[in-house]
Structure formats: C-alpha cells, structure tokens
C-alpha cells in the first residue's frame, strides 16, 4: 500500500520502497543555508519566521528533510531568494519515507488544482492522524525500526500541507472513503475517536474539502476494482494513480483517465451526500 491512502509500501518499509540518499536535498538545503546567512539570519532567528522549528530547519540544511511547500514560499519571501528556492524545489528527487514508486505521483499531488481519492482499505493519508499512521504502519509486517517509522510519520504529516485553504489557489478535494474502513477501528478505540474528532473538525473547518462515506450496505458499486486517484494539473491535465502490494501505477492514457473519471463519478452519487456522511462519522463518535 502507498503513502496516499496510508499503507506501509509508499512509505519507504523496504524493497524497492527503501529510501534513497539524495543529493538534490543536500543541494538545495545548502541553498537555503546561503541564503540565510546572506540575510544576516542565524537558524534560531530564522526558524520562527517561517513558523517552523531549528530542528526541522536544522534537518533541511542539512538535506535530511524533504522541505514542505509552505516552508518553500515562507523561505523565499523571508530571504528575498529571486525565486531561487521555489525554482530549486521542483527539482527535488526524493522525499524521505515515500517509496521510489510513489514520489512522482507526490509531485503530482502537490501541484494539484482537484484531487480525488477513493479508498477501501485505510483512511487517506491526507486525512490521518499520527497515531493511525503510526497504527496502520505497524500493523503491516515486516516491522519497521524506530527511526524509519519517524520518518514515515513525518512525510506523511507533512502532506498535510496541502490541505490548506491558504494555498494559492487552493487544491479542491474530494474523498470517497467505506464506511467499514473507520469502523474497523485500527489501533483500538482511543486511536479511533482521536481519528474520528479530526475527521470532523477538518471537514467543517476546510471548505475545499468534500468528504462522503460510501455505506456498508451498497449492492451496486462502481468501486469494485480497488481505491483509485486523480489530479487535475495547472494547466487542466488529468492523471490517475492506482497501487496494490509493493508497487504504484501512474496512468496518463486518456481513455484510461476517462474510465477513471466515469467510476469515480459513479461513486460519487452512490456513496453519502457530504451532509450525510457528516451526520453519520458524528453518530459513529458518538458510539464509541
């Protein structure tokens, strides 16, 4: 399973899913460095103007932590870098924690205008919490060491990114999520109502974030082929993913995308309306 949907494989757990040193990290983390120094900025004085930690400031310099987008564009207005660093992102080759597989779908996931996920298995990763990442990657052998799965984690969280409303122009989201994948109640009952109370506050407070729960009880289904995702590219392209056990699949092939659109549209009038599946993950904190 990949990173996306939040399954252990695009995480980096081992394979051809282990991550890569990466001299582009290094690259650019000395970049951000000059240009701090340029500025006159010790780490301690910078980190709080881009609202980030010395630590994780600390990590990109040193091309151990794959840079977030906002810490891209705080970092570019901060130091004034003539559109350098944001020039240098697009660039990068690798995130630590994803798999090779799943990276150039990531990029593609970043520079979304629409993003759609259907999923049957676990919550989106966009949507976990820490603790159900950390409960899903634990469930799924082999076991990771400690300091893989921190890195894991720390991908993942920091996809989170994209959620924000604040992105220019925002990414518009919709999910498609079985209502059996939240009551399975992976990592035990406080894990889940931590999960649920995000899922809630994240729906009502994103309002590009359109959220449905297909119900257990659904005798036609258009999903029954596995999870699937699109995205929408600045310039109005569209390109699908798919992933199984250890492997992703980028799909580019217009008929291809357009039989993926028909599905997800299906879906789309066969699962909750967003009120309704609002109503129900409400009914469902409640029972817990």
């Known amino acids: 399973m990949a990173e996306g949907t939040g399954g252990t494989g695009a995480l980096g757990c081992g394979g051809g899913g282990e991550p890569e040193v990466s001299d582009s990290l290094k690259t650019f983390g000395e970049v951000v460095k000059a240009f701090r120094k340029r500025a006159g900025l010790a780490q301690e004085e910078f980190a709080p103007r881009v609202r980030y930690s010395m630590p994780t400031v600390a990590s990109i310099e040193q091309g151990r932590r794959f840079p977030p987008p906002d810490f891209v564009e705080r970092a570019e207005e901060v130091l004034d870098a003539f559109g350098v660093l ?19 779908w990531a990029q593609f996931e970043a520079d979304a205008v629409s993003l759609y996920s259907y999923e049957c298995r676990v919550v989106p990763g966009l949507l976990q919490t820490e603790e159900y990442a950390r409960a899903v990657s634990y469930s799924v052998p082999p076991l ?35 209502q059996a994948v939240l009551e399975r109640c992976t990592g035990g ?63 580019t092939a217009p008929k291809e995308i357009s039989r993926l659109h028909q599905r997800y549209a299906k879906m789309r009038s066969q699962a909750l309306t967003p009120e309704d599946s609002l109503g129900l993950l409400k009914r469902m904190r409640g029972a817990l």
């Open 86 to 104: 944001r020039g240098a992102a697009r660039h990068l080759s690798r995130q630590p924690g994803l798999a090779s597989w799943f990276r150039q």
């Open 144 to 178: 990771p060491a400690e300091e893989e799965m921190n890195e894991r984690i720390a991908a993942r969280m920091a996809r989170h990114e994209l959620l924000s409303t604040s992105r220019k122009p925002p990414t518009a989201f919709s999910f498609i999520v079985e």
């Open 189 to 251: 009952d406080e894990v889940t109502r931590e999960l649920y109370d995000h899922l809630l506050g994240l729906i009502e407070r994103h309002w590009n974030v359109e959220f449905q729960l297909m119900p257990l009880r659904q005798p036609v289904h258009a999903g029954l082929d596995g999870p699937m995702r699109l995205a929408e590219t600045p310039d109005n392209r569209w390109f699908g993913y798919s992933e199984g056990q250890e492997n992703g699949r980028l799909i």
